[in-house]
């Protein structure tokens, strides 16, 4: 019996997004634009990179690669370079390619190749949104710590004839790659955007949560305006196909209960679907559903069983054009949710607010200012800090923003949270006198109050209550705000991993490695929650003395983002450890993110008098900086 010829690799599989639509629309013009996007780019990026085209069926391309790095390079390249040539071309005209990687062992078979990893990675470019990548995590494992583009977790997924759920990563094309030397790129817009321990929090909150229960019904209270108002979405009906009657019951329950779950807080303009029945010609109907209940965006899903398994599929779709901007497929064991079906309304209204406000925030960053609403204000402001260069000068002008949506709305909260995180990253990203530092702690004070007034039951203001009650050293009542915050939003990681630094503060130090640990154990929905996540985890390793833990958290950490705070933290823990060469690569690249760090400015920034954490920063952290030769003013 012969023997199959095998190897591992990195395998990539493309497909061009709507090959169908594009061939029957202009099949020469589709033909001529496929074959010069081949000659122009993707044919010399798979032979740059060391790939090997296995075959095309038309409207694909199935690759092999013998590094993965290579492979996610290209893959990158290529959905940039794609992105660029389509720049002014219609959307309804653009070729744009969806890709998928997996690393497996392949057959070869004369000059094909089979075997599970190559299912894989075609089911992976299914997942892949138009211009996306998504990886399976083995791919994800094996290029973090050599790229420094970041990766989203969307979760375990079930898809066709592969018996097991694929763990499956969505590279962000908007981190640039790093050079050869594996340095993390300082200017890759996402990796800037959280930058000082909890008030990275609320950058996140911002673009990707804050705004989660954001627009207060009071700014519709008017006549229907002419245009969809932002954040506006409707909940179409959930549908058990082929199911039984338990099973459409489920799928009404889920509908109703997702739209009330989305509204809880005066979340978004959610508009409740008027009939039970699903639109039958879909493109145009779903349009004219959008005009009818004045919508942005239609959330669409169906629920069915498998085996022991119930299966539940959610799409958020773009009403204007009736394109899919996110798929979830949610798996559970039906003995969790026979009775209760809490968890799946939990889960997708998560993911779900979470993409609606990624999606605004695209969306963002085109609005004109002239007559903006305070909605798209604060969406402009918060994009314009998680994107800028120069972050000090984004943070000043976002601020102006944030103060214009506020004139605008005086009852808008969700602009005071952000006006109170960009406060202080201000305060974190600049020398300030001691007068200048007592104006914008007032500041955050105030709009803190505020917040908490105008509505105690959004979460994101209890965030902001506890960041400037921490900031003005009243850490008891911090931690009372805090306790408000994660009493009402226990689904995600911000109230912990706040909260552990609370405990760090006031010198409980394992209680607050207990809170990050939980944090981590939780599905974390993307990089910056993980990335804040870990360096707190390595800041409280740091603090015990647990020196290799920290080093191992805080390199995770810098994997997803580029920070001078964990560099510092990093600096401290090499050098502790007794790897200065590294201890000091790390205090370079802390000085050049942050040229005027001193020990004695970090010190001018404490807010803690406990002495156990002053013992353990200064035993450990400020011992270990000195080590590093970090200065000391």
């Not at 539940?312 to 979830?328: R, Y």
Request: charged content about 25%.
């Amino acid at each position: 019996m012969t023997r199959d010829q095998r190897r591992l690799a990195a395998i990539v599989s493309t497909d061009v997004v709507g090959y169908s639509r594009l061939m029957g629309r202009d099949e020469s013009g589709t033909l001529a634009g496929l074959k010069a996007h081949r000659q122009a780019l993707i044919d010399p990026k798979i032979a740059e990179y060391g790939g090997r085209i296995v075959k095309s069926t038309g409207d694909g391309l199935l690759l092999e690669f013998p590094s993965v790095v290579d492979a996610v390079r290209c893959a990158v390249d290529i959905q940039r370079g794609m992105a660029e040539r389509n720049a002014g071309v219609p959307a309804e005209d653009r070729i744009e390619l969806r890709i998928g990687i997996n690393i497996g062992d392949i057959i070869i078979d004369d000059d094909d190749i089979f075997g599970d990893g190559v299912n894989v990675a075609a089911r992976l470019q299914t997942l892949a949104e138009p211009g996306g990548i998504c990886v399976s995590r083995m791919v994800r494992d094996q290029v973090l710590d050599k790229l420094s583009f970041a990766f989203d977790d969307l979760g375990p997924k079930t898809v066709k004839n592969i018996a097991r759920p694929i763990e499956v990563f969505r590279v962000l094309l908007d981190a640039t790659p790093s050079d050869s030397a594996g340095r993390p790129d300082v200017k890759g817009a996402l990796r800037r955007f959280r930058r000082w321990w909890p008030a990275a929090v609320a950058s996140t909150l911002v673009v990707v949560g804050v705004g989660l229960w954001a627009v207060m019904p009071q700014l519709w209270k008017a006549a229907r305006p002419a245009a969809p108002p932002a954040m506006s979405i409707a909940i179409l009906p959930f549908t058990a196909p082929g199911g039984s009657a338990a099973e459409q019951k489920l799928a009404d329950g889920l509908s109703r209960d997702l739209t009330a779950a989305l509204g809880q807080w005066g979340f978004a303009t959610v508009a409740a679907f008027p009939t039970p029945a699903m639109p039958s010609s879909r493109a145009d109907d779903l349009r004219g559903l959008a005009r009818e209940l004045n919508v942005r965006f239609l959330t669409e899903g169906a629920v069915h069983r498998e085996g022991d398994q119930l299966i539940v599929d959610a799409q958020l779709v773009d009403a204007a054009n009736v394109n899919q901007l996110w798929s979830e497929r949610l798996v559970f064991e039906q003995s969790r949710v026979a009775n209760d079906h809490t968890e799946i309304v939990k889960q997708l209204n998560r993911r779900l607010r979470d993409e609606l406000v990624r999606a605004e925030s695209r969306r963002a960053g085109a609005v004109t200012l002239d007559g903006a609403s305070a909605v798209e204000l604060t969406l402009r402001a918060a994009h314009m800090e998680g994107t800028a260069s120069n972050r000090l000068a984004a943070a000043i002008e976002a601020g102006a923003l944030y103060d214009k949506a506020i004139k605008l709305d005086p009852s808008y909260a969700i602009a005071m949270v952000a006006r109170v995180d960009n406060l202080h990253n201000q305060l974190l990203s600049t020398r300030m006198d001691a007068a200048q530092r007592e104006r914008v702690l007032a500041q955050m004070d105030e709009l803190s109050q505020r917040a908490v007034a105008i509505n105690d039951k959004y979460p994101a203001a209890w965030y902001a209550r506890s960041l400037a009650l921490y900031r003005l050293s009243r850490l008891q009542a911090a931690l009372e705000a805090n306790a408000q915050y994660m009493r009402l939003d226990p689904t995600r990681v911000e109230p912990l991993t706040q909260r552990a630094w609370l405990m760090l503060f006031t010198g409980r130090a394992p209680e607050a490695l207990d809170l990050v640990n939980q944090a981590l154990a939780l599905s974390l929905s993307n990089t910056f929650e993980t990335a804040f996540a870990l360096s707190t985890r390595c800041a409280v390793e740091l603090r015990l003395g647990r020196y290799e833990d920290a080093i191992a958290d805080c390199e995770k950490a810098l994997a997803n983002q580029d920070s001078w705070f964990e560099h510092s933290l990093l600096a401290a823990a090499y050098a502790q450890a007794g790897q200065l060469d590294r201890a000091t690569t790390e205090r370079n690249r802390l000085l050049a993110l942050r040229s005027w760090y001193s020990i004695a400015d970090d010190k001018a920034n404490e807010v803690s008098d406990n002495p156990t954490y002053l013992q353990q920063t200064e035993s450990h952290l400020y011992a270990g900086l000195r080590k590093a030769g970090v200065p000391e003013n």
